[in-house]
Nanobody, 120 residues
Framework: QLQASGGGLVQAGGSLRLSCVAS????????MGWFRQAPGKEREFVAA????????NYVDSVKGRFTISRDNAKNTLYLRMNSLKPEDTAVYYC???????????????WGQGTLVTVSS
């Protein structure tokens, strides 16, 4: 089970940190990712991190502004979001990767989502 939190209302240029806590003892076995879904749009990939945390990947629109990280000892995934823009407004979801390889991310289990609203 994945529990996401940390969303809220922030002004453009502000920052937020999302967290996703995983229950169970297998968190470190999964590559993890963040996705988002804006109103009226399809869910899109935002960022991913490998099981060890060494490798990360981002969608171009958030590169340099967002940082994905994880703490395997705490079973927690993070997404630090800086320089937020109104177009970042969306429900953000954490997810596990059904594959163990790095380079392709196939979401399997989803968290419940946390809403991020960026005002202009």
């Amino acid at each position: 089970q994945l529990q996401a939190s940390g969303g809220g209302l922030v002004q453009a240029g502000g920052s937020l940190r999302l967290s996703c806590v995983a229950s169970g003892r297998t968190f470190s076995r999964y590559n993890m990712g963040w996705f988002r879904q804006a109103p009226g749009k399809e869910r899109e990939f935002v960022a991913a991190i490998s099981r060890s945390g060494v490798n990360t990947n981002y969608v171009d629109s958030v590169k340099g502004r967002f940082t994905i990280s994880r703490d395997n000892a705490k079973n927690t995934l993070y997404l630090r979001m800086n320089s937020l823009k109104p177009e970042d407004t969306a429900v953000y979801y954490c997810a596990t990767d059904r594959t163990t390889d790095w380079g392709t991310f196939a979401p399997e289990y989803w968290g419940q989502g946390t809403l991020v609203t960026v005002s202009s």
